[in-house]
């Protein structure tokens, strides 16, 4: 399967750099609890989004206007205060225009750079973690290939698999207005466990036929791993998309993106374990010989 | 067996109540406020002034003050968390339940301010004021005095005996008797008004001397905001500002939709597992959609029992350790299968195939087990429900995996006529000799 090794060395690696571009030159839309701002959804009587900007106007708060699905509007706002949100209710209702007040999110910009710089350390934590526990999970292999360059090949395969789900959502923020908030964040962290999880199970079945067979070279044997796993890694991320896609057909929309991340890292983390973590493993064994 | 028992009897919703002694736990499952709908408020305390060691003391304050604002209206079960982030105090409120947050909102930030002024003359307000044209003056003028709602010792409602009019009762504690008595004595015959958030609510004429240190104020309340009032007057004043800093609400229509639609989405997804592993696997996929069920019947016992909130990202990580419940059994039958076909017989081929398997499922399971504890201690609420019950179902999920398929596999193909290519989906099977 990864007997063409240039091939799984160049694409990932192409990969990478193509979704790090799309990252730095789109730029990501945070949502706002990382830059602090208010966010109201409303459930409305026919009420369309041109008039109610309009009347809006009066409150002399700036604020953006969306529709959503089912008469529903969707307003963003810098964070505002009691007084300006009864403002805003007081408004519609005067015009009896709202049904219901679906949700309403302030976040102040102080609340928003402690989430920011939360969401970093966990992520760069869990990354750590990852290369000691691996390391640790598989230092008995250590006769042929050091234990830390497992941990890293299998990091290396995660940080592909984020920067693919993250410029997805740079790329859907540029479109659809998608945010990257800390939904967002705990998407990344599940994808993290389980494109760890998958190249785990590879590993394992690698150390076990590199443990059984004296005399193959690396490349062979890490194929014949892959080649063994294959219809449980396809099984698996089959059962796990099984669920989540009836998710994303009635879960309802507040979890929409959550679990399109969640698809897309499963898809992405399947095919990782397989055709990226493998063969960056091939090439840090031979580079320390 | 028996664990398996105690978690149908919990699940079943014939039992509202568990009581074993001391233990006495309420057996419905607690919903978060984003499937019940709610607020959760983030305050900042205004330590401006206080010194740092008494910081501490004062955010306590505020913690009190507001629990007996929030529990005076009746609202169910706030759960209030003071927390310090860097130099800043916070305190986060949650609500859930609440059908209308903004009043609760109002509730929290109003401090009834109740100060008593007393009457001045004409020529001393002229003074005081310094207005060019007396006539411009009408009415009585009023001045602050030192007296005011820090000196309230409590308050209730009472009637007044001759109209049966509700009227507010005011006790005041030592200082406060002082005071009064001070200004009841100077400002005899005059009136003192008593004034509620910059309000005049009222202004009798000072007929004697109150030394008793107290006072009643009637200003032609309902018998409702008679209560109301003295309840705000006994919650008493927060002893440092506060400031919402962050606030998310969810209505509880919102919440209502997302809670059907994600447990509709979960049956459906386990029922379409069901299928495919049956479909795929055999009589092993029926014993896993058992594991399964009896996967999800214990997980809803445990969140009943600890009690676990349950939020839309909780349930998202529950549905989320179905899949990984999946994988320890694909992992076991996919062993199970290469043994088989490499032409060992069935008990054998099945051992192994759990003793092989179970590095995997332990290595990857640690693995998420890890970014799940990580996850927990990032800490915000909505990561936090997430990570709690991925952890827990990880732990369950690889326990039930394990120990239910194997108990139960074993003893299905203890019996001979199981091991046929229509049960175990293998060809050409070695018989047992």
């Known amino acids: 399967m990864i007997k063409h090794i240039k091939v ?48 809006l106007n009066e409150t002399n708060i700036s604020l953006s206007v969306q529709a959503s699905k089912d008469n ?111 939904m967002f964040i705990t998407a990344i962290l599940a994808i993290l466990g389980y494109s760890v999880n998958d190249t785990i199970v590879i590993f394992n079945r690698f150390k076990t036929e590199w443990l059984a067979s004296r005399g193959d070279d690396l490349l062979t044997v890490l194929d014949r791993a892959n080649t063994k796993s294959l219809t449980r890694s396809l099984n698996t991320g089959w059962a796990t998309l099984l669920v989540l896609f009836v998710l994303l057909a009635i879960g309802g929309v507040t979890i929409k993106w959550f679990i399109v991340a969640l698809i897309a890292g499963t898809i992405v983390g399947t095919y990782s374990s397989i055709f990226v973590a493998p063969p960056i493993l091939f090439y840090l064994a031979k580079f320390g010989k | 067996m028996l664990l398996l028992a105690v978690a149908v009897w919990i699940d079943s919703p014939l039992h509202p109540r568990l009581k074993i002694g001391q233990l006495e ?21 205004d330590l401006e002034g206080i010194a740092s060691n008494d910081a501490k003391e004062a955010i306590a304050g505020v913690r009190d003050v507001i629990e007996r604002r929030i529990n005076a ?123 509620l958030d910059q309000v005049p609510i009222s202004a009798p004429v000072v007929q004697a001397e109150i030394t008793n240190g107290q006072a009643v104020i009637s200003g032609g309340f309902s018998l409702n905001e008679a209560k109301e009032l003295s309840r705000r007057l006994n919650a008493g004043a927060l002893p440092v500002p506060i400031e919402l800093i962050g606030q998310q609400t969810i209505g509880p229509s919102l919440g209502q939709e997302s809670a059907q639609r994600s447990i509709k989405a979960g049956v459906i997804g386990l029922i379409l597992i069901a299928i495919w592993m049956i479909g795929y696997y055999r009589l092993p996929g029926l014993v896993a959609t058992l594991a399964l069920l009896i996967y999800a019947a214990l997980f809803l016992a445990l969140i009943k029992l600890v009690p676990i909130t349950m939020t839309l990202a909780g349930v998202a990580g529950f549905i989320i350790t179905i899949g990984m419940a999946v994988d320890a059994n694909v992992l076991i039958f996919e062993r199970f299968k290469e043994n088989l076909k490499a032409g060992r017989t069935v008990p054998y081929a099945l051992e192994d195939g759990f003793k092989e398997a179970w590095d995997s499922i332990k290595a990857s399971n640690l693995s998420s087990l890890l970014t799940a504890v990580i996850l927990y201690a990032m800490g915000t609420s909505i990561v936090r429900g997430f990570a709690l019950t991925y952890g827990i179902g990880i732990i369950l999920s690889m326990f039930t995996a394990i120990t239910v398929t194997r108990v139960f596999l074993t003893w299905l193909t203890s019996y001979r006529v199981t091991h046929r290519r229509l049960f175990l989906a293998v060809k050409n099977i070695k018989p047992l000799s």
């Open chain 1, 8 to 55: 799984w060395f160049v694409l990932p690696l192409v990969t990478i750099i193509v979704a790090a571009a799309i990252v730095i030159i789109i730029k990501p839309t945070w949502g706002i609890d990382f830059t602090g701002g208010s966010l109201m959804e409303l459930d409305t009587n026919n009420a369309n989004v041109e008039t109610t900007r309009a009347l």
């Open chain 1, 72 to 182: 529903r509007i969707i307003i963003k706002a810098e964070p505002l205060t009691e007084e300006q949100h009864s403002a805003i209710i007081s408004v519609l209702n005067r015009e009896n225009l709202l049904k219901e007040e679906l949700r309403f999110e302030s976040i102040g910009p102080t609340i928003g750079a402690e989430l920011r710089r939360k969401s970093v350390i966990a992520l760069s934590l869990a990354v750590i973690m990852l290369i000691v526990y691996l390391a640790y999970t598989f230092r008995q292999v250590s006769g042929f290939v050091a234990p830390w360059k497992l941990g890293l090949a299998a990091v290396y395969a995660s940080v592909h698999d984020l920067l693919f789900v993250l410029a997805l959502f740079v790329v859907l923020g540029r479109l659809y207005g998608v945010p990257i908030d800390t």
């Open chain 2, 25 to 45: 736990r309420d057996l419905t499952v607690k919903l978060g406020l984003d499937l019940q709908g709610g607020a959760y408020l983030i305050y900042r305390a």
């Open chain 2, 73 to 195: 209206f009746g609202i169910a079960e706030p759960e209030i968390r003071t927390n310090q982030v860097g130099n800043e105090y916070r305190v986060t409120v949650e609500l859930a339940g609440v059908h209308d947050p903004n009043t609760a909102i109002q509730m929290i930030g109003a401090t009834p301010q109740l100060d008593f002024r007393r009457e001045v003359g004409t020529d001393e307000a002229l003074q005081q004021f310094n207005v060019d044209d007396p006539s411009t003056l009408t009415g009585p003028v009023f001045e602050r005095t030192e007296l005011t709602g820090k000196n309230l010792k409590r308050s209730s409602v009472s009637f007044d005996s001759v109209g049966g009019q509700p009227q507010v009762n005011l006790e005041f504690d030592g200082a406060g008797t002082e005071l009064f008595a001070k200004l009841t004595k100077e400002n005899m015959g005059k009136r003192i008004a008593i004034y």
